[in-house]
Protein backbone atom coordinates (compact mmCIF):
# COMPACT_ATOMS: atom_id res chain seq x y z
CA UNK A 1 0.00 0.00 0.00
CA UNK A 2 1.26 3.59 -0.65
CA UNK A 3 2.07 5.63 2.22
CA UNK A 4 0.72 9.05 2.49
CA UNK A 5 2.19 11.95 3.66
CA UNK A 6 2.01 13.52 6.71
CA UNK A 7 0.84 17.02 4.86
CA UNK A 8 -1.16 15.27 2.75
CA UNK A 9 -2.92 13.52 5.82
CA UNK A 10 -3.55 16.45 7.98
CA UNK A 11 -5.05 18.00 4.68
CA UNK A 12 -7.72 15.41 4.50
CA UNK A 13 -8.10 16.06 8.62
CA UNK A 14 -8.58 19.49 7.85
CA UNK A 15 -11.28 19.15 5.42
CA UNK A 16 -13.09 16.65 7.72
CA UNK A 17 -13.28 19.16 10.07
CA UNK A 18 -17.29 20.18 10.54
CA UNK A 19 -18.24 23.62 10.52
CA UNK A 20 -19.38 25.94 13.00
CA UNK A 21 -20.02 29.21 13.72
CA UNK A 22 -17.63 31.28 15.50
CA UNK A 23 -17.60 34.53 17.47
CA UNK A 24 -14.86 37.31 16.30
CA UNK A 25 -11.04 37.17 17.00
CA UNK A 26 -10.55 38.83 20.38
CA UNK A 27 -7.10 39.42 22.54
CA UNK A 28 -6.53 37.94 25.49
CA UNK A 29 -3.49 39.76 26.19
CA UNK A 30 -3.12 44.00 25.53
CA UNK A 31 0.47 43.89 24.98
CA UNK A 32 1.11 46.32 28.18
CA UNK A 33 -0.12 44.44 30.99
CA UNK A 34 -1.50 41.41 32.55
CA UNK A 35 -5.12 42.48 33.19
CA UNK A 36 -7.15 39.44 32.39
CA UNK A 37 -4.40 37.12 33.90
CA UNK A 38 -3.99 35.54 37.43
CA UNK A 39 -0.25 35.24 38.37
CA UNK A 40 0.58 32.27 40.44
CA UNK A 41 4.13 34.08 41.71
CA UNK A 42 4.44 37.61 41.27
CA UNK A 43 7.41 38.96 39.95
CA UNK A 44 7.95 35.94 37.80
CA UNK A 45 5.50 36.96 34.86
CA UNK A 46 6.25 40.67 33.32
CA UNK A 47 5.72 42.55 29.95
CA UNK A 48 8.60 43.73 28.26
CA UNK A 49 8.13 45.65 24.68
CA UNK A 50 4.95 44.12 24.59
CA UNK A 51 5.62 40.43 25.35
CA UNK A 52 4.86 38.41 28.58
CA UNK A 53 7.98 37.00 29.80
CA UNK A 54 8.35 33.87 32.38
CA UNK A 55 11.74 32.89 33.72
CA UNK A 56 13.25 31.83 36.71
CA UNK A 57 16.83 30.98 37.21
CA UNK A 58 15.98 27.88 39.18
CA UNK A 59 13.19 26.83 41.13
CA UNK A 60 11.16 23.27 42.41
CA UNK A 61 7.75 23.76 41.26
CA UNK A 62 6.10 24.73 38.00
CA UNK A 63 4.32 28.33 37.34
CA UNK A 64 1.40 29.42 35.32
CA UNK A 65 -0.01 32.73 34.29
CA UNK A 66 -4.06 31.99 34.03
CA UNK A 67 -6.74 33.81 32.30
CA UNK A 68 -9.48 34.91 34.90
CA UNK A 69 -11.99 33.81 32.27
CA UNK A 70 -12.83 29.95 31.38
CA UNK A 71 -13.44 28.16 27.75
CA UNK A 72 -14.78 25.02 26.41
CA UNK A 73 -15.15 25.65 22.44
CA UNK A 74 -12.61 27.89 20.99
CA UNK A 75 -9.72 28.61 18.66
CA UNK A 76 -6.75 29.92 20.25
CA UNK A 77 -3.39 31.29 18.53
CA UNK A 78 -0.20 31.98 20.42
CA UNK A 79 3.24 32.87 19.14
CA UNK A 80 5.83 31.57 21.54
CA UNK A 81 9.52 31.30 21.79
CA UNK A 82 11.43 29.37 24.39
CA UNK A 83 15.09 31.20 24.49
CA UNK A 84 17.80 29.77 23.76
CA UNK A 85 15.82 26.33 22.85
CA UNK A 86 16.26 25.38 26.82
CA UNK A 87 13.52 24.35 29.65
CA UNK A 88 10.04 23.30 29.20
CA UNK A 89 6.84 25.38 28.97
CA UNK A 90 3.71 25.02 27.48
CA UNK A 91 -0.27 26.08 26.74
CA UNK A 92 -2.46 24.71 29.31
CA UNK A 93 -6.29 25.13 28.33
CA UNK A 94 -9.96 23.61 29.57
CA UNK A 95 -7.88 23.38 32.56
CA UNK A 96 -8.76 23.90 36.50
CA UNK A 97 -6.84 24.00 39.33
CA UNK A 98 -5.38 20.46 40.62
CA UNK A 99 -5.34 19.67 44.06
CA UNK A 100 -1.36 19.56 44.18
CA UNK A 101 -0.05 23.76 44.88
CA UNK A 102 0.80 25.52 41.61
CA UNK A 103 -0.92 23.11 39.37
CA UNK A 104 -3.05 22.89 36.64
CA UNK A 105 -5.04 20.06 35.65
CA UNK A 106 -6.07 20.02 31.79
CA UNK A 107 -5.01 19.54 28.63
CA UNK A 108 -1.40 21.43 27.26
CA UNK A 109 -0.32 22.07 24.34
CA UNK A 110 3.64 21.46 25.17
CA UNK A 111 6.91 22.98 24.61
CA UNK A 112 10.60 22.25 25.04
CA UNK A 113 12.67 19.40 25.98
CA UNK A 114 10.84 15.85 24.49
CA UNK A 115 7.93 17.57 24.89
CA UNK A 116 7.62 19.83 21.33
CA UNK A 117 4.54 19.42 19.62
CA UNK A 118 2.91 17.11 22.02
CA UNK A 119 -0.67 17.21 23.59
CA UNK A 120 -0.13 16.30 27.15
CA UNK A 121 -2.55 15.34 29.59
CA UNK A 122 -1.50 17.59 33.19
CA UNK A 123 -1.39 16.80 36.61
CA UNK A 124 -3.92 14.28 35.67
CA UNK A 125 -3.09 10.86 34.04
CA UNK A 126 0.07 12.56 33.52
CA UNK A 127 0.76 11.56 29.74
CA UNK A 128 1.48 12.30 25.81
CA UNK A 129 -1.94 11.98 24.72
CA UNK A 130 -0.54 12.60 20.99
CA UNK A 131 2.99 13.32 19.43
CA UNK A 132 3.63 16.05 16.16
CA UNK A 133 5.64 13.38 13.73
CA UNK A 134 9.12 13.37 14.26
CA UNK A 135 9.88 14.28 10.50
CA UNK A 136 7.94 17.47 11.36
CA UNK A 137 9.70 18.34 14.86
CA UNK A 138 12.80 17.56 13.03
CA UNK A 139 12.82 20.43 10.97
CA UNK A 140 11.92 22.75 14.11
CA UNK A 141 14.39 25.57 14.79
CA UNK A 142 14.17 25.34 18.71
CA UNK A 143 15.42 28.91 19.59
CA UNK A 144 12.88 30.75 17.30
CA UNK A 145 9.76 32.13 17.47
CA UNK A 146 6.84 29.80 16.71
CA UNK A 147 3.25 29.78 16.59
CA UNK A 148 0.83 27.35 18.01
CA UNK A 149 -2.60 27.08 16.84
CA UNK A 150 -5.43 25.20 19.32
CA UNK A 151 -8.90 24.36 17.94
CA UNK A 152 -11.00 22.66 20.99
CA UNK A 153 -14.71 21.40 19.90
CA UNK A 154 -16.23 18.79 21.67
CA UNK A 155 -14.28 15.98 22.30
CA UNK A 156 -12.35 16.83 19.63
CA UNK A 157 -8.77 18.86 19.53
CA UNK A 158 -6.46 20.07 16.79
CA UNK A 159 -3.48 21.24 16.86
CA UNK A 160 -1.44 23.08 14.63
CA UNK A 161 2.30 24.69 14.47
CA UNK A 162 3.27 27.78 12.57
CA UNK A 163 0.50 26.64 9.81
CA UNK A 164 0.94 22.64 9.43
CA UNK A 165 -1.69 20.52 11.55
CA UNK A 166 0.32 18.32 13.50
CA UNK A 167 -2.10 16.86 16.03
CA UNK A 168 -6.24 15.60 15.76
CA UNK A 169 -7.07 14.01 18.81
CA UNK A 170 -10.77 12.80 19.88
CA UNK A 171 -10.70 12.43 23.68
CA UNK A 172 -12.44 8.92 24.48
CA UNK A 173 -12.50 8.80 28.28
CA UNK A 174 -15.66 9.78 29.75
CA UNK A 175 -15.74 12.35 32.31
CA UNK A 176 -13.37 14.80 31.94
CA UNK A 177 -13.74 18.34 32.39
CA UNK A 178 -14.13 20.26 29.26
CA UNK A 179 -14.37 23.76 29.95
CA UNK A 180 -11.52 25.67 31.97
CA UNK A 181 -9.17 28.38 31.90
CA UNK A 182 -6.04 29.09 29.50
CA UNK A 183 -2.62 29.14 31.19
CA UNK A 184 0.73 29.92 30.01
CA UNK A 185 3.62 27.67 31.99
CA UNK A 186 7.05 28.07 33.19
CA UNK A 187 8.36 24.23 34.45
CA UNK A 188 10.36 23.68 37.25
CA UNK A 189 13.73 23.44 36.72
CA UNK A 190 17.01 24.96 35.76
CA UNK A 191 16.37 28.06 34.71
CA UNK A 192 14.86 29.45 31.52
CA UNK A 193 13.07 32.04 29.88
CA UNK A 194 9.50 31.78 27.29
CA UNK A 195 7.91 34.68 25.90
CA UNK A 196 4.40 34.82 24.68
CA UNK A 197 2.72 37.26 22.00
CA UNK A 198 -0.33 37.84 20.24
CA UNK A 199 -2.50 35.80 21.76
CA UNK A 200 -6.17 35.84 20.47
CA UNK A 201 -9.28 33.65 20.72
CA UNK A 202 -12.29 33.03 19.27
CA UNK A 203 -15.28 31.41 20.53
CA UNK A 204 -17.11 28.45 18.51
Known sequence: ?????????????????????????????DGKSLDGWVQDTPGLWSVVDGVIRGRHAGQKWNDFLRTKDSFENFELSVDFRLVNGVGNSGIQFRSVTASIPHELSGYQADIGDKYWGALYDESRRRRILAQAPAEFLARLDKTAWHTYTIRAEGLRVVLGLDGTQIIDYTETEAGLVQRGVIALQVHAGTGMEVRFRNIRIREL
Open 1 to 29: MKRRSFLSLTAAAAASWPAAGAGAWRPLF
